[in-house]
């Protein structure tokens, strides 16, 4: 990844050395280029000097992400170069037909990420055939915390995929195929008519299920063909790799023949980028032996028929000791010789031997080439020309099978292009049979998408759960959520009972549908969300020195400034890291803004524990309470999962506690305990307290001067003298700190109404 910031911007450009892709795009803060870190995931970072004073905390990149951050030379940042760059690797007259005109920091970014590529690799990154600019604005938003609370593609704990959304979804037969799944999770849509092309084809493939499984069983054999073309441009692919390329390339024709019975115009789209490589796949089929070795220097590279050479230099080698039995046996009937040898030695190589005895009849053509004491050596034209054939045909054989196979490898990297375009195509019909197979197993249904904002979900399921939960155990709820009357659901109840579960379904059902894919639930219909938010848990980082609060209130800020009227919020207990009336405080003061149309207006699942909260029913239009229902059963209670209408009135904390095995004594003093602090319960005076108008519609506060103010007594009224005596007589030292402070808020209601 490289990254450049010039003037308040950030241009990222990402490639994959590995597969070809190469990405481009622009953001305007701090937070989005993390997001995009977070997606992509990058293990290098190549950057311009400014970057490092753009108060991006690199250290953290480095330590905590695991990423190699680096600063270039500033001239591989120049306007001029990179314009340069980008026009020669493409082969275009112009930057137009890269669609890079408004992508000013991305085009240097991505000049400068390819002469760092040319530089490193050494080589001409022929598989690297498009650069692919993307607005972020094409593509819901969801930020790394979000990311991670959602378990989209790893869980939180384990940072496994087993347990993710992904893991439900991928059922992919190609390494191609589960990357794309991948970018579809971390990427859902905001077109409706993007999405509807998806929904029709993965509709298409459940209706044709043996269409759907024999594609299945073809794509099953084929192999990572974006990497395996990288290693063959980039030259490093040996034989086995180009057997594993041809085995790939002959289930190619059958899937485009299943690929008629498609009907629909992504699945029409699939099918014009999908090249069956036949003659790539003959090549290959008529060339390299089925079971060829692993180095290309160790030769039986080229099969028998392939190249006139070859076979000639291969008959050589095997069949040289025939050749010269058979010349031997000439040569006796020919001179009468009876004992006359072909032998070999490393000194002379091979010669005809003859004893004393015989040398007489030797003929005339015969050279001698040693004479020993009882017999002479001898070699012949003949003999000669055998040897040569012999001894330098092994290596002969290698070299010509080496050079051969180069042609055939550099023959198919000149069709890098067409090969990667069915690369991408093979990859998205195995992402849709994937989401077609995981529909047709879950039960899961076809969503509605509109764009008026109404989330209308009948029978929602969690789909990572209910994989988890043996015999159909998981408990189905609804969820209605609109941009007026129901605009926020506030919902409350004991912990365990599923109120976390129930909040993530609902998201990731929206997110599923925004995918394209079909969703867990009876019926669906799910207006489009531009980003979904998420607070969920938290806990310290001590590392960064961050306590938990200050974590919750650092994604909760992030929230309420980026999202938008169209954006979906989940929020698990908000306040819970600080004391009661702080966190109650500040829950309440965030639901106020949330609500307020001419603020924010977000369609908003919130969780608490602060069942003071449930007093906003009436008091705000769009605010509805919910509660998980509870059934108790003596001082035990049985979750029911179900999310039913009405506030709960209380936490069942004791009854969890039980569950969990707290020793008894602790549960009867906590009982007792609590009912002392139910005496003295806030709700009452929670009913009391108004609702402010907009922050957009108060009176801006005047500023004042010291010298505006007059010397005012201590006690100016009557009330206040009262207030102090009562505090005189107080006996503070048997009051409970929650009695303490319901009298000192009494005392300052007091003073408010005077």
């Not at 309470?625 to 999310?643: P, S, T, Y």
């Amino acid at each position: 990844m490289c990254i450049v910031y010039i003037g308040d911007k950030y241009g990222i450009a990402t490639t994959d050395v590995t597969t070809g892709d190469f990405f481009v795009t622009e953001v305007d803060s701090e937070r989005k280029l993390l997001d995009e870190l977070n997606r992509f995931s990058p293990t290098e970072i190549i950057c311009n000097e400014p970057f490092y004073m753009s108060g991006v905390d690199i250290d953290d990149m480095k330590e905590r992400m695991g990423i190699a951050v680096s600063a270039l030379d500033s001239w591989y940042f120049g306007d001029d170069l990179a314009k340069e760059t980008l026009l020669s690797h493409f082969h275009v007259q112009s930057l137009e037909g890269l669609g890079l005109m408004d992508y000013d920091c991305g085009v240097i970014a991505s000049a400068a990420l390819l002469k760092y590529l040319y530089e490193t690799q050494k080589n001409t990154l022929s598989n690297i055939l498009e650069l692919r600019p993307y607005s972020i604005g094409k593509y819901m938003i969801i930020d790394s915390s979000s990311r991670r609370n959602l378990e989209l593609v790893e869980t939180m704990r384990e940072k496994q995929k087993r347990g993710s959304l992904l893991w439900v979804l991928d059922k992919t037969k190609t390494a191609m195929g589960a990357r794309l799944l991948r970018s579809y999770v971390e990427q859902p849509l905001i077109d409706k008519t993007e999405i509807l092309k998806r929904q029709e084809l993965i509709t298409n493939l459940n209706d044709q299920e043996i269409t759907r499984e024999e594609l299945r069983e073809y794509l099953g054999p084929i192999y990572d063909l974006e990497r395996l073309i990288t290693r063959i441009t980039y030259q490093t692919a040996n034989p086995r790799d180009m057997i594993a390329f041809c085995n790939s390339l002959e289930m190619l024709p059958p899937i485009k023949t299943l690929l008629e019975d498609l009907k629909g115009e992504l699945a029409t789209g699939i099918r014009e980028h999908f090249d069956c490589l036949e003659d790539l796949c003959a090549l290959l089929k008529s060339s390299i032996n089925d079971d060829p070795p692993i180095s290309v220097r160790d030769g039986n590279i080229i099969k028998t028929g392939y190249n006139e050479e070859v076979d000639r230099l291969r008959n050589a080698s095997t069949d040289g000791k025939k050749w010269l039995a058979d010349l031997e046996g000439k040569e006796r009937e020919k001179t009468g010789i009876k004992n006359l040898r072909i032998k070999y030695n490393k000194v002379f190589g091979y010669y005809l031997e003859v004893t004393n005895s015989f040398k007489d009849q030797v003929p005339d053509y015969y050279v001698r080439k040693q004479t020993l004491t009882n017999a002479e050596r001898y070699i012949t034209p003949e003999l000669k020309e055998l040897e040569d054939t012999i001894l330098g045909s092994q290596d002969r054989l290698v070299e010509l099978e080496y050079d051969l196979f180069r042609q055939i490898r550099d023959t198919i990297a000149d069709n890098v292009a067409r090969i990667l375009a069915t690369a991408r195509a093979v990859a998205q019909i195995d992402v849709f049979v994937s989401l077609a197979l995981v529909a047709g197993q879950n039960n899961y249904c076809k969503p509605k998408i509109n764009e008026s904002g109404v989330i209308d979900i009948k029978g929602g399921r969690h789909p990572v759960v209910e994989k988890m939960l043996a015999n159909d155990s998981f408990v189905e709820n609804d969820t209605y959520l609109n941009n007026a009357e129901s605009r926020i659901s506030i919902i409350t109840g004991p912990n365990m009972a599923g109120k976390s579960t129930y909040m993530r379904q609902t998201a990731l059902i929206t997110l599923m549908a925004q995918i394209g894919s079909f969703v867990p639930a009876e019926s669906a219909n799910i207006g489009l969300c531009d980003r979904i938010f998420t607070r969920v848990g938290a806990s310290d980082d001590l590392a960064s020195g961050q306590s938990t609060f200050m974590i919750e209130m650092n994604e909760v800020a992030n929230i309420l400034r980026n999202a938008t009227k169209d954006s979906l919020l989940i929020l698990d207990e908000i306040g819970r890291g600080t004391s009661t009336f702080d966190g109650l405080s500040i829950a309440w003061a965030v639901v106020e803004y949330i609500a307020d149309p001419n603020i924010l207006g977000a369609k908003t699942l919130f969780a608490t524990h602060y069942h003071e909260l449930t007093e906003l029913e009436g008091k705000l239009s769009s605010v509805n309470n919910f509660c998980i229902a509870v059934q108790e059963e003596g001082d035990d209670i049985v979750f029911l999962r179900k999310i039913i209408k009405g506030g709960a009135d209380r936490s069942y904390g004791i009854q969890v506690a039980r569950l969990a095995g707290v020793p008894e004594p602790v549960l009867k003093r906590a009982r007792e305990i609590c009912n002392e602090l139910i005496d003295s319960d806030i709700t009452t005076k929670v009913k009391d307290i108004d609702i402010k108008p907009a922050l957009s519609e108060q009176p801006k506060i005047k500023e004042t001067r010291s010298s505006d103010y007059e010397q005012l007594s201590l006690f100016s009224s009557p009330v206040e003298m009262t207030i102090a005596n009562e505090l005189k007589t107080m006996d503070l030292n048997n009051m409970t700190p929650i009695k303490a402070m319901l009298y000192l808020q009494e005392l300052q209601e007091r003073l408010k109404q005077q």
